[in-house]
């Protein structure tokens, strides 16, 4: 059976730091595109990154490009998403996924129907 599971939330100061990580069962996250969601309180799903399996691309929204780093570990077969400098906005539960019908590639940003496989989430709180 695929799955993905997210791990690494937890509660941080503004400013602090957080790593997330996302497993597969099932599923060779190594040649799968993967994105990042997340849900705030009273809000839809944001689309915020994604990378690619075919050649390491990656994508960030603007509200956490340079904050923010997507990356793949092939040995772990694993994707992490690094959160630096975090605010009292980012506080979300966040969901890893899986890209279908684009041959590992990333699909646009506003083209989310291209995301699959969700996991169960993880929550990250920033407050002070």
């Known amino acids: 059976q695929r799955q993905l599971v997210e791990s690494g939330g937890g509660l941080a100061q503004p400013g602090g730091s957080l790593s997330l990580s996302c497993a597969g069962s099932g599923v060779d996250l190594d040649i799968e595109a993967i994105g990042w969601f997340r849900q705030a309180p009273g809000q839809e799903r944001q689309l915020i990154s994604c990378i690619s399996s075919t050649d390491g691309s990656t994508w960030l929204t603007d509200s956490v490009r340079g904050r923010f780093t997507i990356s793949r570990d092939k040995a772990k077969h694993t994707v992490t998403l690094q959160m630096n400098s975090l605010k009292p906005e980012d506080t979300a539960i966040y969901y890893c996924?899986?890209?279908?019908?684009?041959?590992?590639?990333?699909?646009?940003?506003?083209?989310?129907?291209?995301?699959?496989?969700w996991g169960q989430g993880t929550q990250v709180t920033v407050s002070s």
């Open positions: 996924v899986t890209v279908n019908g684009k041959g590992g590639l990333c699909p646009y940003p506003g083209e989310t129907r291209w995301y699959d496989y």
